[in-house]
């Protein structure tokens, strides 16, 4: 970490909480950090989004919180369980990312329907590929389709010690397979089969509704004053 060039930017409309202010640290853009380097800033909070790797950095609040799975120690809910057992006829496919019309067209209806309100709307295919895409990280897409129609995609980074979940969209016209809560778990059941330890959730804010679908699966871990804590 001693090694590493981080920067912060100044004082900025907070993406989250309408009524702050965000500082946010970044690794040096022009590094093409190692997977290494990569898994390691994970360990410490850190979170990628296309070619950049950043955390909250903000003197004044602690709302956003990195949270983490150990997939060893989760314990499905009989919820979770019945999402899994409905999806039996669904297929799931993982490949390298790639940039391909089938994908930005299913991208593009995810976010022009389900997120109007937010900073990626509305989507294009440049925003698509400086958000999920890079060329460093590792990146890999988990298709969900029904025979050979993509309803879902589950985007992932595979770094040293586990998968860092990046985002997922689908169709809104299968919203009843609940699959944003299915794509973790079979997230979970993937970085089982590659004997890593952990799953990278990204940031849960409390006072963020759209966010607490990550506190469903425990236990859960979040990085608190520089140390990972075990949640209830």
């Known amino acids: 970490m001693t ?32 997977i290494e380097i990569y898994t390691h800033l ?15 950095s903000c003197p004044d609040c602690k709302a956003c919180q990195a949270i983490r799975l150990k997939v ?3 314990k499905l809910s009989r919820s979770q369980k019945r999402c899994l057992k409905a999806a039996a006829h669904l297929k799931f496919i993982h490949i390298p990312a790639v940039d391909s019309d089938e994908h930005y067209g299913l991208y593009e209806r995810y976010i022009n329907c389900r997120h109007k309100d937010g900073d990626m709307y509305p989507a294009t295919r440049d925003l698509y590929r400086s958000f999920l895409l890079s060329a460093w990280a590792n990146t890999h897409f ?16 595979q770094l040293n010690d586990g998968l860092s979940a990046i985002y997922c969209y ?6 009843n397979l609940s699959l ?6 079979k997230e979970i059941e993937t970085t089982h089969e590659l004997a890593l330890d952990y799953l990278y ?14 506190t469903q699966i425990k236990p859960a871990q979040r990085f608190v004053d520089m140390q990972w804590q075990l949640t209830d």
């Open 142 to 157: 988990m298709e969900i389709r029904i025979d050979k129609k993509l309803i879902a995609c589950a985007v992932y980074d």
């Open 201 to 214: 959730l990204g940031y849960q804010i409390d006072e963020c509704d759209k966010m607490n679908y990550k």
């Open 42 to 56: 994970s360990q410490f909070g850190f979170r990628r989004s296309g070619d950049h790797i950043y955390r909250p």
């Open 72 to 74: 060893t120690d989760v």
């Open 3 to 34: 090694r590493l060039k981080l920067y912060q930017t100044p004082e900025h409309d907070c993406p989250y909480l309408s009524d702050r202010e965000a500082v946010t640290q970044f690794l040096e853009p022009s590094s093409k950090p190692s």
């Open 180 to 185: 944003g809560k299915l794509a973790i778990l």
């Open 170 to 175: 689908f169709d809104p016209d299968y919203s």
